[in-house]
């Protein structure tokens, strides 16, 4: 996910812009009004903008895509179903483990089920409140994620 470069537009250059791109109140990118903009150059002496990121419209699904969402959709139940399943079965496996670090068939390990060793973590709220400059030091950014979402039933 680049950033568009700026673009720079020498009057009577070839690219064709609408006249509020040409006015400056329209991205030069998508040609929308909306959102705040940075300088994109200069036209013919006039300051033209564009978006950093231009707002992007959702994609319309053609009926292969359509299909597709379709067929995520009823794998995604099916998926949840078997998940249902298993988890009902592992209930019953672990009621036949109980205490016990595993289990073995013939004598040989199929499954282990232990303890790990009690977890913890920092209290990241409470550190940044009590100590900003090392909460500040420590920090470390996330890369930005980029969530699937199926929506409605
Ligand atoms: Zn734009």
């Known amino acids: 996910m680049g950033t568009p470069s700026p673009v720079t537009i020498a009057a009577g ?80 496996l672990e009621a036949r483990i109980g205490d016990a670090p595993g289990a073995t068939i013939g004598g040989e390990d199929v499954i282990t089920w232990k303890w790990s060793k009690p977890g913890g973590g920092l209290d990241a709220k409470a550190l940044a409140k009590d100590h900003p400059e090392i909460y500040a030091k420590y920090y470390k950014p996330k890369k930005a994620s980029r969530p699937f979402k199926i929506l409605g039933e």
């Not at 006039?46 to 067929?71: M, N, S, W």
């Open 13 to 92: 250059g070839p690219v064709t812009l609408t006249d509020a791109q040409r006015d400056g109140r329209a991205c030069v990118n998508c040609g929308s009004e909306n959102g705040a903009m940075i300088p994109a150059g200069l036209l013919g002496g006039v300051q033209i903008f564009r978006h950093q990121v231009c707002p992007a419209k959702p994609v319309e699904l053609d009926h292969v895509g359509a299909q597709l969402y379709t067929a995520y959709k009823n794998l995604g139940e099916q998926i949840a179903d078997l998940t249902e399943k298993q988890k009902r079965v592992r209930e019953q």
